[in-house]
């Protein structure tokens, strides 16, 4: 089995910054896809960014150029750097890890950006 802890959410005013951490435990032999979603009120959830093992990496056009994920696989861990935020960002925000053959969610983290 494997848990996903994450941290780093809160309330940010628009154009801060904020980091998001994602820890991975358990029986874990190796990570294949390491991502963040997000949902807001009412919307469906969305990936927000993604980073393969090999470190490709994915983001939606929404926070291209202000977000940048990141993962250590010596430490099972997945980082979304969050810098000029916007309300329309505020959502919880879920991090995911692909470990064949299932995906693992984390519990969710609020991310708040006031005007």
């Known amino acids: 089995q494997v848990q996903l802890v994450e941290s780093g959410g809160g309330l940010v005013q628009a154009g801060g910054s904020l980091r998001l951490s994602c820890a991975a435990s358990g029986t874990i032999l190796s990570i294949n896809l390491m991502g963040w979603y997000r949902q807001a009120p009412g919307k469906q959830r969305e990936l927000v960014a993604h980073?393969?093992?090999?470190?490709?990496?994915h983001y939606a056009e929404s926070v291209k150029g202000r977000f940048t994920i990141s993962r250590d696989d010596a430490k099972n861990t997945v980082d979304l750097q969050m810098n000029s935020l916007k309300p329309e960002d505020t959502a919880t925000y879920y991090c995911?890890?692909?470990?064949?053959?299932?995906?693992?969610w984390g519990q969710g983290t609020q991310v708040t950006v006031s005007a």
């Open positions: 980073v393969t093992r090999g470190g490709s990496t």
């Open positions: 995911s890890v692909y470990i064949q053959p299932r995906t693992y």
